[in-house]
């Protein structure tokens, strides 16, 4: 089924190497598609690292027919494109078919790495999963993803990529006309808690999803012992349970608020996906909320581990049939696992503090930590430029941190922690390097960010550029870059949103 006859399909050589084991596999979470025509396609941005490490060629992605693919209006070469069918819950209501309503998965690439991954289209028109939208994105958020998942690469936090985004030549209406563009998104998968929510309704299909999965994922679990082939699908939990984990804790270390964690912007990987409201912190505060349509504060940034395990939880329910045949061994099974994530979470939190305090390998004091937080919100202090500053302290230079927090209320807990780095035993000057190899300088300013996409919407992709050269390289200290460290005035985040871009 094509519904766009002016769309060129199969007839593109400049991606090579597409495959399609999960349309193959599982063709029935899918419906093959083609994407819009984009009258005039013009490439905005291309990721030549990351084409390099897909062994893509850089000068054929550069070309009419490589900007013609990256834009959705032709399909390489013996490739099945397809739109992916998943469910999810929305800021807590279920909704049983959301699936793939902008974007297409074109296919599957082998890395230079040896792993598996999706090559992704966000914006690319209309599916049969739309529910009335118009399937198009534009140039703001679609930028807006490709800069802030880099940023996320580049900070260590697991994450899909972007490899280009191409403006498709015709105008969207969102906020007045706008113009279209097109993300090309690479992923470990696009395995969602929202696909198996759906599978699990589909009758067969849930347990070769399942098998699917551990064998992208978790391939260790696929040589478990004879006598423990049958928690196969508990361990599968528990794998996604601790991926989960971790991630969330590099989240909250960094202060990136997602803004939509629903359970189909849940992935199976262990990647952060789907960029659209986020922000990240600048004061710290647990309450931040930032997205426009996040009314009740669900995903605020405190929240967020609560509501992972709550997105886990889902997962949990569409895996028990595979667990165990008795419903209340099953229950009880996942419960346990489900149990540890709170355990998960705190280590992995705990063990990254530790390290932004420089005391990392050892077990830090919860209360030392607690404390420092209390100070910091209580005084709205920068989050990021606290642990920067708190490096200069040990150097000596005690003027950034006065300028986020009075001496006076600091002081007594500056004494505990230098009483706990004395007995780590490591000098000061290592210690403020070590510091700030784990505390980023730079990191995508909201206020920044916001200006840098208002300029690239209108033709001028310089700031664009530039950002992106900063928080791709968060932990190098420039002169030069001295001011993408300042904090947005208090004028812009009193009225700053941000928004799903859809």
Not at 94 to 105: C, I, K, M, V
Not at 258 to 282: E, K, R, W
Not at 354 to 371: C, H, N, Q, S, Y
Request: a negative charge; hydrophobic letters at 40%.
């Amino acid at each position: 089924m094509n519904a766009f006859p002016n769309s060129t399909v199969g007839t593109n050589t400049a991606v090579a190497g597409l495959e399609s084991t999960f349309a193959d596999e599982l063709g029935a979470l899918t419906v093959p598609w083609q994407g819009a025509h984009a009258p005039d396609p013009t490439l905005l941005v291309l990721n030549e690292q990351l084409a390099a490490s897909l062994r893509l060629e850089v000068r054929a992605l550069r070309s009419e027919d490589g900007v013609g693919v990256l834009s959705g209006s032709t399909a390489p070469a013996g490739t099945k494109p397809v739109a992916m069918a998943y469910s999810g819950h929305q800021f807590g209501g279920y909704a049983p078919l959301l699936g793939d309503g902008r974007a297409l998965l074109l296919g599957e690439l082998v890395n230079s790495d040896g792993q598996r991954v999706d090559l992704h289209l966000k914006g690319s028109g209309p599916t049969p999963f739309s529910r009335g939208g118009d399937g198009f994105a534009v140039v703001g958020p679609m930028l807006r993803e490709y800069l802030v998942s880099e940023a996320m690469y580049a900070l260590g936090i697991p994450t899909t990529r972007a490899l280009s985004v191409v403006a498709t030549g015709q105008h969207v209406r969102r906020y007045g006309a706008e113009p279209g563009a097109v993300l090309a998104r690479v992923a470990a998968s696009h395995l969602r808690v929202g696909t198996f929510e759906y599978a699990v309704r589909q009758g067969d299909v849930l347990q070769p999803l399942a098998d699917y999965a551990i064998a992208r994922h978790y391939p260790q679990l696929t040589e478990l012992p004879a006598e423990r082939e049958n928690n196969r699908y508990l361990t599968f939990f528990e794998a996604v349970v601790e991926a989960q984990a971790y991630l969330m804790a590099k989240w909250m270390l960094t202060g990136f608020v997602h803004g939509v964690m629903n359970t189909d912007n849940t992935t199976i990987s262990g990647q952060t996906i789907d960029y659209g409201p986020c922000a990240f912190l600048d004061a710290f505060d647990p309450a931040a909320v930032f997205s426009s349509i996040d009314h009740g504060g669900r995903y605020a940034f405190g929240n967020q581990p609560a509501v992972l395990k709550w997105n886990l939880a889902r997962l949990a329910e569409t895996l028990l049939t595979l667990i165990d045949s008795t419903p209340d061994d099953a229950i009880t099974a996942v419960s346990a696992v489900l149990d540890t994530f709170d355990e998960r979470y705190d280590g992995h939190y705990a063990t990254g503090m530790a390290a932004k305090l420089g005391l990392a390998g050892t077990l830090v004091e919860r209360a030392l930590i607690d404390d420092l937080l209390t100070l910091l919100e209580e005084h709205g202090a920068d989050w990021t430029g606290t642990f920067r500053a708190l490096a200069d302290e040990l150097r000596g230079n005690s003027t950034p941190l006065d300028g986020l927090v009075p001496r006076e209320h600091i002081g007594p807990w500056l004494e505990r922690w230098r009483g706990a780095l004395t007995n780590h035993g490591r000098g000061a000057a290592e210690t403020a390097n070590a510091m700030d190899r784990v505390n980023p300088l730079y990191i995508p300013r909201n206020h920044q960010l916001d200006a840098t996409l208002r300029a690239a919407t209108d033709g001028d992709l310089a700031p664009f550029e530039n950002l992106l050269e900063v928080v791709t390289h968060p932990f190098d200290r420039r002169d030069e870059w001295s001011d993408y460290t300042t904090p947005a005035p208090q004028s812009f985040n009193q009225t700053f949103q941000t928004f799903c871009g859809t």
